[in-house]
């Protein structure tokens, strides 16, 4: 099973700063079997980026995904109010399919 | 826009069966897609449970495969999860979704909360 971690656990920000999440897997897998997720209380997780770093549809463009092997990245370039949330990576790469323990994205 | 949306019990008996069903509606089930279920709980985070095609096939997660049942209804376009000898370990928050193709899940159901208690 791919183990997928992520770091921080909790980010502190302001509206306007620059986020970065990272993911981490056990082994490595290509890029295009990584995607990441937008979670708000209450709500389902929201698809926003697959293959590492192709945005889902309506998602703007201050979200950019990068990264290859075991590291990944989610970069937020200015938080908007609606950013503050919880984001996780998943790997499809390999079965069972697996998720990261999330990052939230708190305000500081 | 497809939509799935999940019902069942919200609580279960412990070493009860869990049964759950995801309608979906805005598309057909009979698709070059999964549909998967995927579980979350403070504890474990996200956790995917197993998925299956429209032909009948199911893939599940190794960790829960000997209690899972994942089944297909194409006549009503909707899909069912059955989890046996329930535990408090099972308390959680329970998604059906879709996976595009074999890749990412880009719809999800709002989810559904199953309370296993006696």
């Known amino acids: 099973e791919i183990v997928l971690t992520q770091s921080p656990g909790t980010l502190s920000l302001s509206p306007g700063e620059r986020a970065t999440l990272s993911c981490r897997a056990s082994?490595?897998?290509?890029?295009?079997?990584l995607a990441w997720y937008q979670q708000k209380p209450g709500q389902a997780p929201r698809l926003l980026m697959f293959?590492?770093?192709s945005r889902a549809t309506g998602i703007p463009d201050r979200f950019s995904g990068s990264g290859s092997g075991t590291d990944f990245t989610l970069t937020i370039s200015r938080l908007e109010p609606e950013d503050f949330a919880v984001y996780f990576c998943?790997?499809?790469?390999?079965?069972?399919?697996?998720f990261g323990g999330g990052t939230k994205v708190e305000i500081k | 826009q497809v939509q799935l949306q999940e019902s069942g019990p919200g609580l279960v008996k412990p070493s009860g069966t869990l049964s759950l069903t995801c309608a979906v509606s805005?598309?057909?089930?009979?698709?070059?897609?999964?549909w998967s279920w995927v579980r979350q709980s403070p504890g474990k985070g996200l956790e995917w449970i197993g998925e299956?095609?429209?032909?009948?096939?199911?893939n599940y997660n190794p960790s829960l495969k000997t209690r899972v049942t994942i089944s297909v209804d194409k006549s009503k376009n909707q899909f069912s999860l059955q989890l046996t000898s329930m535990t408090a370990a099972d308390t959680a928050v329970y998604y059906c979704?879709?996976?595009?193709?074999?890749?990412?899940?880009?719809?999800w159901g709002q989810g559904t909360q199953v309370t296993v208690s006696s």
């Open positions: 979704a879709r996976r595009r193709e074999v890749d990412y899940f880009d719809y």
């Open positions: 805005g598309g057909s089930i009979i698709s070059d897609n999964w």
């Open positions: 299956i095609y429209h032909s009948g096939s199911p």
């Open positions: 082994q490595s897998i290509s890029s295009i079997y």
């Open positions: 293959g590492a770093s």
């Open positions: 998943q790997q499809y790469a390999r079965s069972p399919l697996t």
